[in-house]
């Protein structure tokens, strides 16, 4: 069974930054779409940032990370990071990673109801 795990959440002041790491089966950065997502208390999940295994670079952030937040993987170590710089309060929330393993080559989404594997989340904290 594939399985995601999160590591790397803490507690930071504003103007701050985290590396997030997910580490997946081996499996997982073949030719799949993954990506960061997040969730508030009260609010829906909502898709930070996307990337297709077999790309370099990413084929979506959120507008309210961008300049900030960078996706990258590294499949040696089965692994992807989302390093997050110039961290906000509005960025607190519980951090997921999650594959689409459905969607081939050429599908990616930035939708969470699409992927298909999480992981069991981390929490970033950010103060003013």
């Known amino acids: 069974q594939v399985q995601m795990a999160e590591f790397g959440g803490g507690s930071v002041q504003a103007g701050g930054s985290l590396r997030l790491s997910c580490v997946a089966s081996g499996s997982i950065w073949y030719r799949n779409c993954v990506g960061w997502f997040r969730q508030v208390p009260g609010k829906r999940r909502e898709g930070l940032a996307t990337?297709?295994?077999?790309?370099?670079?990413?084929?979506y952030y959120v507008n309210s990370i961008k300049g900030r937040f960078t996706l990258s993987l590294d499949k040696d170590k089965n692994t992807m990071y989302l390093q997050m710089n110039n961290l906000r309060p509005e960025d607190t929330g519980m951090y997921y990673c999650?594959?689409?393993?459905?969607?081939?080559?050429?599908?990616?989404?930035?939708?969470?109801?699409?992927?298909?594997?999480w992981g069991q989340g981390t929490q970033v904290t950010v103060s003013s």
């Open positions: 990337v297709f295994t077999h790309r370099k670079e990413p084929d």
């Open positions: 999650a594959a689409l393993t459905h969607g081939g080559d050429y599908y990616c989404s930035s939708t969470p109801a699409e992927f298909d594997v």
